[in-house]
Nanobody, 119 residues
Framework: QVQLVESGGGLVQAGGSLRLSCAAS????????MGWHRQAPGKQRELVAA???????NYADSVKGRFTVSRDNAKNTVYLQMNSLKPEDTAVYYC?????????????WGQGTQVTVSS
C-alpha cells in the first residue's frame, strides 16, 4: 500500500499563487509517474500535470505556462506550483502516483485538497 499526503491548498485571489505538495510513503517500489488531477463541481476529473520517472512532463492546455510540476525523488514528493491563478482553476486537486512493486503496477490517489480562486 501507498499513502499520499497532500498539502498547500487554500483560498487565493485571482492572479495569485499556490504551491501544492504531495508526499508518498509506504510500499513505494519503483515510481513510474506522479502527478495532479483536479475535479470541479459538476465536472469530470481531469489531468492537470504529471511527471515521469524519466523527467518528462505533461500539462493540460489550460494550465500551460502557469503551472509547473516538479518532483523530489529523494523525498518521494511531487509539487505543483500554480501561478496566475484564475477562478476557473477552482477545484479539488488530487495527487496520484503510478508505481510498480513486486511486479504489480498500481495507481494510488491522495485524499484531495481544495483550491479556491476568488475573482
Amino acid at each position: 500500500q501507498v499513502q499520499l499526503v497532500e498539502s498547500g491548498g487554500g483560498l487565493v485571489q485571482a492572479g495569485g499563487s499556490l504551491r501544492l505538495s504531495c508526499a508518498a510513503s509506504g510500499s513505494i517500489g519503483r515510481i513510474n509517474a506522479m502527478g495532479w488531477h483536479r475535479q470541479a463541481p459538476g465536472k469530470q476529473r481531469e489531468l492537470v500535470a504529471a511527471t515521469t520517472s524519466g523527467g518528462s512532463t505533461n500539462y493540460a492546455d489550460s494550465v500551460k505556462g502557469r503551472f509547473t510540476v516538479s518532483r523530489d525523488n529523494a523525498k518521494n514528493t511531487v509539487y505543483l506550483q500554480m501561478n496566475s491563478l484564475k477562478p476557473e482553476d477552482t477545484a479539488v486537486y488530487y495527487c496520484n502516483v503510478d508505481r510498480t512493486a513486486w511486479g504489480t503496477r498500481a495507481v494510488y490517489w491522495g485524499q484531495g485538497t481544495q483550491v479556491t480562486v476568488s475573482s
